[in-house]
């Protein structure tokens, strides 16, 4: 009966925030409805609790803030923040959109940036950036080449190491210059983004459902971004003029990190042997290999002239960019946040606990545990990579 009395809060506060939570006002009814199965809480409804016509009872609210996820004293301010929205962030996209969960995502992981800036400075520690900023007229082959002596990847066997090794290692050296990777799960269309400027620490989020060759071309391609000083996403159907020049940059230089030019001699990279390159089975095999996803090298034939437009265009319309596996559903939580959390904030975080610069409540907040023996586990995974 508690939850039943009204609430006077802000039309336009609340306006506000289902606005930049990505929902319609009509999907975020369907959605109200789907999960609390409340008849009178239609379209009308929350369009005349909108327009101050009548004030929502407490429960509604709650209900609302299941979706948009702000916590119900935001709907008290005295007036909407300044914030940064991320899937629109140039404001160039036009009428492009992510599912609403999806938003919200990007939206917690801009916040955490404010947390991490914070939490580096405690422990005295620069993101002052140490990388040149290069530009879509640098040739990427040439840039990849110099990253990759830069990340020491010419001393690893790259057809011997384990792919989930392979993106550990390019995580944790990238890591060094204070550039901080998460994983998380990013719906069917977004490979990855990153978020820069605001002086705030760089953060690269990469989807957790991909493979993992499909992970590594990621984490290199958002690393092209940083790298370009281009705060983007990574979605298919971006087709800017301006968006495919930097695509194009981030996609060969992240290829050219892993593959060398006398590995496309040995593998016989030539136009006259497109039908035996072009096909499902060697495009695994490379993918394999070589530790990138198919799609780098079907990029990579296209700028060779072993395939052409169409060709390429066919191959994206066969495979269309789509998840393994629904994220290690009904899997080992533990394990799956110790996958997704970014090495260089664990021992951040922890090194705050140390300095008693945070609560214990705070760190296990922070890394998602609810007792020490999961810290414990979590400090331990770093050390055994």
Known sequence: MGSTFRVSVKPELLSFAIKRSGYSIEGLV???????????????YL?????????????????IDTFIRRDIPFYFLEEPPDEKIFINFRKKHGEYSLDPDIEITLREYEYLREEIKQLIKDENI???RDFPIYCVKDDPSKIGFEIRKRLKINDIDIKAIDSKDLFEYLRGEI????IFVFKDHLGYVLRGCIFL????????LINSTD????????LLHEFGHYLLNNEGIDAEDINLEEDRDVESWCNSFAYHVLMREENEIKEGFYKENKDELFTPVRLRELS???????????????????????????FLNRFPYKQKTEDNAGGNYYYTNRDRLSRKFI??????YQDKNISLHETYEYLGVRDNSRINQLLEALKSE
């Open 347 to 352: 021992s951040i975080v922890y090194e705050n």
């Open 175 to 178: 890591e060094r210059h204070t």
């Open 288 to 314: 394999d290999k070589y530790k990138l996803s198919k799609y780098a090298f079907v990029f990579r034939f296209l700028n060779l002239g072993i395939i052409d437009f169409g060709e390429y265009h066919a």
């Open 126 to 128: 620069s993101y002052v």
């Open 211 to 218: 493979d993992k060759n499909a992970e590594i071309f990621s």
């Open 30 to 44: 369907k959605r109200i409805n789907e999960r609390f199965r409340v008849k009178y809480f239609d379209t009308n």
């Open 197 to 204: 400027n605001d002086d705030l620490p760089a953060l690269i």
């Open 47 to 63: 369009k005349e609790v909108l327009e101050g016509k009548i004030s929502p009872q407490y429960s509604d609210l709650k209900k």
